[in-house]
């Protein structure tokens, strides 16, 4: 003290990330760590932005809870129905599914299996009930564990899969229902209650998912059968484009690269969509059968079992496309040249094969029907020529040997080109091996002597030379020419093994014209199969 004022000191610490968070600078509002209430929104906003149907049937969720809820909410319902109302909630959260055919589908299920359930509790609890009460829980026991072992077993029957869920809604609805009579001691009184619930929540499902913004699983299946023909072809085109665009000098080592992985080819993830929409297809093609005429689909008994076959007959022809895109992202490549030299052929094989694809697309997405015929003979015409082709120039594809002497047939320009770019590939070559080995047998001392350089660094320069020239000419994977070093450098076999190489790699460009090919060939049975359905849907005349 000392007649002397206390003093205090105050420390303040310095302003953290957390204080500028909450100082409310603008570019950090909303962050909290990593975690951006921004980017989150955003994300939302896609999501929901890629398919309207999804906010749709959220809506149509809560209105129809909301709905049933409003039986509990206010006091007459409750009165008359009680605690057993809350069943109606349940029904309307089990039942509710995206499309109005899935919401009638588990609608049967679920109201076949409430009565039948139902049916067995209330005769299951009258006989307990008539036996005493020593043998009625006993005799309920028993029948608890007899229902669930058969419809557990039955529901694994090929034939009742479609009715799974019926099986299930049997179980737990029996087990509550003649459990909870057991215990209140009014079985019927209870069963007929939750009967009553159950009845009431499918009715708002049905009646909600129907006039409310309806999503209907044809339209769905339609919509995505016409999708994977324009995915099909686009990808058929930019496999073909970039094909034969490469030049071989930018290839990416395949241990790098996974097939899945394509960020430069989006047509390439529609192609592999297509492939794994075969569920998705299935599943929208039963729930399409439980729904009414509407739309443009006004018939009884619509064929919806015919989009699944077409979609079948597509995914086939996708195959072909994907093993097109392996041949694309391989290491083994054929020259360029080589590819260049079959380009017209191919182009014009590919471009009239696509539109054969979309036009098929067309006529189901417009639901019209047209003679492909001459599109058809179009692509089968194309395709002959492409064959004649590389009859005349098998020799290219096979081995690099001296082309036929057929002076009644004149060769391409352009496989002269390719002939006598390999030759001179070859004397070029035998001709770099005999002045490096007069160069090492005369000047290998003085010239050591002199430059001060290694023997090793001469032969690499001289690799890396001929590795250039490879690049140059040759779609070959520079691992390689890196073996032929590992070897012990270029040796005077080497000749020999580089053509038995360039004959390996012109074997890919036989891969993928056979592949395109193929292609086409599955193209007949697509046609049959959108002619088909195009017959047992009835869709209008092209002509008409």
Known sequence: ??????????????????????????????????????????KVWEFAKEDSNRVKFSFKVGLAVLLVSLLILFRAPYE?????????????????????????????????????????AIAIAQVALSTGR???????????FFIGTVTSFMKQWSSLVPYEYGFRVILFTYCLIIVSGYRMGNPIRTSMDRLYSIAIGGFVAVLVNVLVFPIWAGEQLHKELVSSFHSVADSLEECVKKYLEDEGFDHPEFASTVMDEFPDEPAYKKCKSTLNCSAKLEALALAAKWEPPHGRFRHFFYPWSE????????????????????????????????RYTFQTEIQDVTSQAAELVRSLGKDIGSMTRSLKTSLLKSVHSSTERLQRTIDMHSYLLTTYCEPPDNSSKPLPKLSYTLSSTLSD????????????????????????????????????????????????LHSWPSREVSAFEEDGGFTADFLPRMKALESTATLSLATFTSLLIEFVARLDHLVEAVDQLSKMAKFKNENL
């Open 1 to 42: 003290m000392n007649g002397k004022k206390a003093s205090v000191e105050i420390n303040i610490p310095p302003a953290t990330k957390t204080n500028k968070l909450q100082s409310g600078s603008g570019k950090n509002f909303g962050r909290v760590g990593d975690f951006s209430i921004q980017a989150w929104i955003w």
């Open 134 to 144: 020593v043998a009625e829980p006993i005799i309920i026991g028993i029948s608890i």
């Open 425 to 472: 590939l070859s004397n070029q070559l035998q001709a770099d091996l005999e002045s490096n080995n007069l160069e090492k047998n005369s000047n290998t001392t003085p010239q050591n002597m002199f430059s001060g350089t290694p023997p090793a660094a001469q032969a690499e320069t001289y690799h890396e030379t001929m590795r250039k020239q490879s690049r140059r």
């Open 80 to 120: 008359i129905f009680g605690t057993n109302i809350i069943w109606s909630i349940l029904t309307v959260a089990i039942m509710f599914e995206y499309t109005v055919g899935a919401t009638f589908n588990r609608g049967f299920n679920r109201a076949l299996g409430s009565l039948l359930a139902g049916i067995l």
């Open 307 to 338: 989009y699944v076959k077409v979609g079948a007959v597509l995914r086939y022809c996708a195959y072909e496309v994907m093993a097109l895109h392996g041949v694309l992202h391989s290491e083994i490549q054929a020259p360029y040249n080589l």
